[in-house]
């Protein structure tokens, strides 16, 4: 690696938090919707607290202990970009359920008081009791502390608990550390998942209002349309071969024309969406103010008469003459349009169908809520049986579908790898759990687990990793209790969930690079049954300082083992036997050392060197060409997951390389005409790479069937996405045919280029 991008410090200024309260201040000022003002004035406030804190020297950012005077097990509260604000995220007001803890107990209301009953007989007692039920939540990681504590005690371990109190007994004051009430335990969520739960799809589904545009619309057909009717067949009386006559009327179509006017105001104060029928240049306008004028006595002046006969002679034209088959035809349809119940309606009809459930689960079987109004139904909300629930008001309901992750996935509940990553928590914090023998500490973990994965990651420096679960004082005091999976030997339970974890992940959601959180999942799964397999982040760029951990070293080295000879290696010109040769080399001297490595400056040189000369003076663009060069040489996992978890992917490789393909084209469809496509280019070059992986596990003559392939897809797309996928595609078929590309990755005098996404230049796709 070169030394201005080794030595190029993390520097964190306060321009960032600065920018961010700046866009918060202005949503929060200006923004229509009143409940995203409040969202942004409370997003500036947690910003406002993070300048504080630097400015004061409270906050560390860059460290993994960022708030002084908190050790690292403590959920710090972190925001956007991975900055803590300076405060405790089980800290604050007390909460509801301490509230009435605190009463329920006959203790004031602190937390220190909460903590100290919880250590005496009647204080325990209670904890048991919610132990054995199981009628507990853990919202953040410190609610799960007490629990442990009461279990350590009960299952005669006092000691631990001795030592988990003292360590938790200086923060008792600040953090909550007791469980919150919950209806019964938690599902297992090895057996199904949940995105949203009840409670969270019934706020949605609060929070809709009334469509603005479709409820004009509907008092436009509803009222306004008959009326105009009215005042046309109205005017139509003083005809004379279809045009209106300048006569007196006489006293009836006088007295008539009285009746509607008063009709029109009534029908004005009770209506006011629709407003067309005040403008004097529309038709019903129009008609309503020649007829004003004709009631009051005044005699029609040339030109509005002119309007008058235009305005008839349109309104007859366009939609026929009153009372016709056609005209009858027609405002029936607008009649039965604007019967139709409205999505606010139904939406209503939902949450009354939702309220019979219980609120802080998922829903096993969505089908019977999502059926058309039923008669009982009709008759106590006035809605008309038999009308559809719409697709949008479904989609709400699907969204708390509890079914298997892949379920979820093959429905389109879970509709990205990063929805996925979301999920998988729920599913490997039980798998986690299982290494538990006892039933009760069992579920206290899991329930650990996933809060603790809802705990923010840090912005972190000098290859800082993020805090384990295995840290936290109440995990770490449970530790001997772990055992090997029941009926299962070395972590088969764990490594068979991390197989069809990666396999899901892989063909539902080709040409997509794995979240980060879902990489950590994948991690905490390989811990478990001690795989080792090295999976690796996604790296910011800028933040980026220029070095990388041993297991990206270790990552290429599997690529190596699977993909060397491939088509893989020659087009991207990758020597895998030196890889294989420098990570032996770097493990040696890692063992020579008593602290270890804790950094691969060799990989790093490699990734720097593969760059050049782009990478040869610090920006955000020359970090990205470096990293993803590590990713390039590391596969970003694909490598790990089928050659060390076994994955086996079920459409086959020369599927998955043509739907990477796809994506490809999509994406690349986007540059055009985009005034920043770098992103998109960049998300292009991810696919692009999965596809050229895939493609280098197929056997030969279903390679060359595959590429073939390509250039149908390509057809399929607009002309511009042709345009500048063909020197890629050229470069692709150069290398499988034998061909090579040169060191600056271009061949055939440019016509055939190696497609990579990160460019100091001008990248060619633009």
């Known amino acids: ?103 329920s107990f006959d203790v004031p209301a602190e937390r220190r008081a909460l903590f100290a009953y919880c250590l005496t007989e009647p204080g325990l007692a209670w904890l048991w009791a919610r132990l054995h039920s199981g009628s507990y939540e853990i919202g953040v990681p410190e609610e799960a502390a007490l629990l442990t504590m ?52 019934v706020d949605t589904l609060i929070r809709r209002r009334p469509d603005a545009a479709v409820e004009t619309q509907r008092e436009a057909l509803a009222v306004w349309q008959p009326f105009g009717d009215e005042l046309l067949v109205h005017w139509l009386r003083t005809a004379r071969d279809g045009q209106i006559l300048e006569l007196a009327p006489d006293a009836g179509w006088l007295a008539q024309g009285e009746a509607l006017l008063g009709r029109y105001r009534l029908l004005a104060a009770e209506h006011t969406r629709c407003t067309k029928h005040r403008h004097s240049k529309e038709n019903l306008g129009i008609l309503r103010g020649a007829l004003q004028e004709v009631v009051a006595g005044r005699p029609l ?66 089908a019977p809520l999502l059926g058309p109004v039923t008669e009982e139904e009709g008759g106590e909300t006035g809605l ?9 008001i479904g989609q709400v309901v699907e969204s708390a579908l509890s079914a298997p992750l892949s379920t979820l996935v093959e429905r389109g509940v879970v509709p990205s790898a990063e929805v996925m990553a979301e999920l998988v928590p729920q599913l490997v914090a039980d798998t986690t759990a299982h290494a538990y023998d006892d039933e009760l500490l069992r579920a206290v973990m899991a329930a650990n687990y996933r809060a603790f994965r809802n705990r923010r990651s840090l912005l972190l420096r000098n290859l800082e990793r993020q805090v384990r679960v295995e840290e936290l004082p109440w995990v770490r005091a449970v530790s001997g209790q772990r055992s090997a999976m029941p009926g299962t030997s070395d972590g088969e339970g764990a490594l068979a969930v991390l197989r069809q974890l990666g396999e899901l992940a892989v063909q539902a959601f080709p040409g997509t690079i794995l979240p980060n959180p879902m990489v950590r999942e994948f991690g905490v799964l390989d811990r ?8 690796v982040e996604e790296l910011a760029a800028d933040i980026f300082m220029g070095t990388f951990s041993p297991k990206f070293l270790k990552a290429a080295r599997v690529a190596g083992e699977l993909l060397g000879g491939t088509l893989y290696e020659r087009y991207y010109g990758i020597d895998y036997a030196a890889i294989r040769n420098l990570a032996i080399v770097e493990a040696g001297e890692a063992l020579s050392r008593s602290y270890g490595a804790r950094t691969s400056p060799g990989f790093a ?10 990478s040869r003076s610090w920006s955000v663009a020359a970090n990205g060409t470096v990293i993803e060069q590590a990713q390039i040489l590391t596969t970003h996992n694909l490598a790990t997951l089928v050659h060390r978890v076994g ?120």
């Open 1 to 103: 690696m070169n030394d201005n991008a080794e030595q190029q410090p993390l520097i964190v200024a306060p321009s960032y938090p600065e920018s961010q309260l700046a866009k918060a201040f202005t949503t929060a000022l200006t923004h229509e919707d009143t409940g995203v003002r409040h969202r942004a004035e409370a997003r500036g406030q947690r910003w406002r607290q993070v300048l504080a804190a630097m400015a004061s020297g409270r906050l560390s950012v860059g460290s993994r202990t960022p708030v002084v005077g908190l050790p690292p097990w403590v959920s710090p509260e972190v925001i956007r970009g991975g900055f803590a604000t300076g405060t405790a995220s089980a800290g604050g007001p007390l909460q509801l359920h301490e509230i009435e803890a605190a009463r």
């Open 150 to 201: 009461a279990w350590l005690v009960q299952h005669g371990q006092t000691g631990a608990a001795l030592d988990l109190v003292a360590e938790l007994e200086p923060f008792a004051d600040r953090l909550r550390f007791l469980p919150r009430p919950a209806d019964g335990p938690a599902p297992d969520a090895t057996v199904a998942v949940h995105r949203h739960t009840v409670s969270e799809a």
């Open 301 to 366: 002046e040339a030109r509005r008469l002119g309007l008058l006969r235009h305005a008839v002679q349109s309104m007859v034209r366009r939609r026929g003459l009153p009372g016709s088959a056609a005209h009858m035809a027609l405002r029936r349809r607008q009649t039965e349009q604007s019967a139709r119940p409205s999505h606010h309606a139904l939406a209503q009809l939902m949450l009354r169908r939702l309220a019979a459930l219980p609120l802080e689960t998922g829903i096993t079987d969505v």
């Open 384 to 392: 008309p049986a038999g009308a559809v629930v719409p697709a949008a």
């Open 528 to 535: 478990q049954c001690d795989l080792g397999a090295p999976f």
């Open 605 to 614: 040189r490699l990734c720097a060197d593969r760059a050049a000369p782009s």
């Open 647 to 766: 994955i086996a992917p079920r459409p086959g490789w020369a599927d998955l390389a043509r739907r990477c393909f796809v994506t490809v084209c999509r994406l690349t469809a986007r540059v055009h005409r985009n005034p920043r496509p770098l992103g998109t280019i960049k998300d292009a070059a991810y696919a692009w790479r999965q596809m050229v992986f895939h493609l280098s596990l197929c056997p030969p003559e279903e390679q060359q069937r595959a590429i073939a392939g390509l250039r149908e897809e390509m057809a399929r797309h607009p002309a511009h996405v042709a345009t500048r996928l063909v020197p890629a595609l050229a470069g692709l078929t150069l290398v499988a045919e034998g061909g090579t590309f040169g060191d600056d990755g271009t061949a055939d005098t440019g016509r055939a280029l190696r497609f990579v996404g990160w460019s100091t230049d001008r990248h060619w796709m633009r």
